[in-house]
């Protein structure tokens, strides 16, 4: 098993940032990739960053170019740098690891971007 926990969220106005931290612990042996996802109020849960054990990123277009996704694997824990934040970046932002054929999921920390 593997846990997952968000945090980092809050209330920021538009063209501001934010640092996500997401802290895994439990088995972590065999994790094959991490990232980041969101869910804006209303819409369906989307894809919008993975990092690999060996560093390699991949972003939404939506977000390229203003969020970067890092890994710190001494303290096992993920980041999502959110720059020139937006309004339509307002959602749940959900941590997810693969291990194999699972995957395992964050309870999510709210973004909101507001003036």
């Known amino acids: 098993q593997v846990q997952l926990v968000e945090s980092g969220g809050g209330l920021v106005q538009p063209g501001g940032s934010l640092r996500l931290s997401c802290a895994a612990s439990?088995?972590?042996?065999?994790?094959?990739?991490l990232g980041w996802y969101r869910q804006a109020p209303g819409k369906e849960r989307e894809w919008v960053a993975t990092i690999t054990p060996g560093g390699s990123t991949n972003y939404a277009d939506s977000v390229k170019g203003r969020f970067t996704i890092s890994r710190d694997n001494a303290k096992n824990t993920v980041y999502l740098q959110m720059n020139s934040l937006k309004p339509e970046d307002t959602a749940v932002y959900y941590c997810?690891?693969?291990?194999?054929?699972?995957?395992?999921w964050g309870k999510g920390t709210l973004v909101t971007v507001s003036s």
């Open positions: 997810r690891a693969q291990k194999s054929l699972a995957a395992y």
């Open positions: 439990g088995s972590l042996f065999g994790i094959n990739a």
